[in-house]
């Protein structure tokens, strides 16, 4: 079992005696969220940490998506709740860059394209730019913030 689905675990059972509802259900939720990564294909396996993060990374995003719409919609009670649960989320998640990290990050794989190609790369090599940028992040960045310093140097 990976260390990070563990901990998981472990806080769920500290929050079943504590009687902390919604970190409770923030905790069934996500751990419901990584077994249903674990069988889905064709055949079930064991998630490890980094397949783990997404997973949360991937509540998390439903979580503030779900905010703002209720926000939208005027439903302020509903929307505290929803980021309630994603600031419980981002508790297990790494911590994440700050903007001048990202855009260093942004500069390297910028460097590493263009070392492959032997020229600086421009727009139409984005992908392969955002591909090494999204590999140096590590889950420690949103892609929307990746792409958007990946674009403001290209």
Same mark, same amino acid.
């Given at each position: 079992?990976?260390?990070?689905?563990?901990?998981?675990?472990?806080?769920?059972?500290?929050?079943?005696?504590?009687?902390?509802?919604?970190?409770?259900?923030?905790?069934?939720?996500?751990?419901?969220?990584?077994?249903?990564?674990?069988?889905?294909?064709?055949?079930?396996?064991?998630?490890?940490?980094?397949?783990?993060?997404?997973?949360?990374?991937?509540?998390?995003?439903?979580?503030?998506?779900?905010?703002?719409?209720?926000?939208?919609?005027?439903?302020?009670?509903?929307?505290?709740?929803?980021?309630?649960? /994603?600031?419980?989320? +981002?508790?297990?998640?790494?911590? %994440?860059?700050?903007?001048?990290?990202? $855009?260093?990050? !942004?500069?390297? *794989?910028?460097?590493?394209?263009? /070392?492959?190609?032997? +020229?600086?790369?421009?727009?139409? %090599?984005?992908?392969?730019?955002?591909? $090494?940028?999204? !590999?140096?992040? *590590?889950?420690?960045?949103?892609?929307?913030?990746?792409?958007?310093?990946?674009?403001?140097?290209?």
């Amino acid at each position: 079992m990976s260390e990070l689905k563990s901990k998981l675990r472990a806080d769920m059972t500290t929050a079943m005696k504590s009687k902390d509802k919604l970190r409770l259900g923030t905790l069934r939720m996500l751990l419901s969220a990584i077994q249903n990564a674990e069988v889905a294909g064709s055949e079930s396996r064991e998630l490890s940490d980094p397949e783990v993060i997404v997973v949360l990374q991937k509540e998390a995003k439903k979580r503030n998506e779900a905010a703002v719409v209720y926000e939208q919609a005027g439903r302020g009670e509903l929307a505290a709740n929803e980021r309630a649960e /994603e600031s419980i989320i +981002e508790e297990y998640l790494p911590t %994440q860059l700050t903007e001048a990290e990202v $855009a260093d990050i !942004a500069d390297t *794989a910028i460097a590493q394209v263009a /070392e492959q190609l032997g +020229e600086r790369p421009g727009m139409r %090599q984005m992908g392969q730019v955002m591909k $090494a940028a999204t !590999a140096l992040a *590590a889950g420690r960045a949103d892609g929307t913030r990746i792409s958007a310093a990946v674009k403001a140097r290209l």
